[in-house]
T-cell receptor, first 109, second 112 residues
Framework: GQNIDQPTEMTATEGAIVQINCTYQTSGFNGLFWYQQHAGEAPTFLSYNVLDGLEEKGRFSSFLSRSKGYSYLLLKELQMKDSASYLCAVMDSNYQLIWGAGTKLIIKP | IAGITQAPTSQILAAGRRMTLRCTQD?????MYWYRQDLGLGLRLIHYSNTAGTTGKGEVPDGYSVSRANTDDFPLTLASAVPSQTSVYFCASSEQGTDTQYFGPGTRLTVL
């Protein structure tokens, strides 16, 4: 079966750095997506990786290793508004997105 | 304003009733999707459409139907609602089926 694993919840301090990991086992791979979802709102797109390596976008970076079935989302200079759930999703061989259950990130002052 | 709209925002429905959730996008995206989101689970694909006039089944299609008469609209119908269909429903769209998906604000549905 297809599976996406990410931690259920993480806590970090304002101004710090946090890394959210995602491991996956899917039938085929056509890219990995990270989305942010604030409570009661829709998911919003953060990043896309299809090749191995690091993609940097402001305070957020995303890393992919296809051979290890692994990705992480790195958030720097954490702000209170970063408190949200972060969703990892893999596009499989049928071009359908398989979603993890999400990681709830709690930022403390 | 470009984007995706969904209606209603929330709804309480008696079991056995028929319900249609509406989704409209104005980005001229070819592909559209319906997901449900339940606590502790990832988003699950119900139905999708890669282009107007075509639809496909996702991971959890039973009890739901869709139609895609034009590019902009993608309604989801529950023919006879059951309590297990209590969930938050998100509509999404992408330029093509292989592209980044953008989500509507969601419909919170409670079936009693």
């Amino acid at each position: 079966g297809q599976n996406i694993d990410q931690p259920t919840e993480m806590t970090a301090t304002e101004g710090a750095i946090v890394q959210i990991n995602c491991t996956y086992q899917t039938s085929g791979f056509n890219g990995l997506f990270w989305y942010q979802q604030h409570a009661g709102e829709a998911p919003t797109f953060l990043s896309y990786n299809v090749l191995d390596g690091l993609e940097e976008k402001g305070r957020f970076s995303s890393f992919l290793s296809r051979s290890k079935g692994y990705s992480y989302l790195l958030l720097k200079e954490l702000q209170m508004k970063d408190s949200a759930s972060y969703l990892c999703a893999v596009m499989d061989s049928n071009y359908q997105l398989i979603w993890g259950a999400g990681t709830k990130l709690i930022i403390k002052p | 304003i470009a984007g995706i709209t969904q209606a209603p925002t929330s709804q309480i429905l008696a079991a056995g009733r028929r319900m249609t959730l509406r989704c409209t996008q104005d980005m001229r995206h070819n592909a559209m999707y319906w997901y449900r989101q339940d606590l502790g689970l990832g988003l699950r694909l119900i139905h999708y459409s890669n282009t107007a006039g075509t639809t496909g089944k996702g991971e959890v299609p039973d009890g739901y139907s869709v139609s895609r008469a034009n590019t902009d609209d993608f309604p989801l119908t529950l023919a006879s609602a059951v309590p297990s269909q209590t969930s938050v429903y998100f509509c999404a769209s992408s330029e093509q089926g292989t592209d980044t998906q953008y989500f509507g604000p969601g419909t919170r549905l409670t079936v009693l």
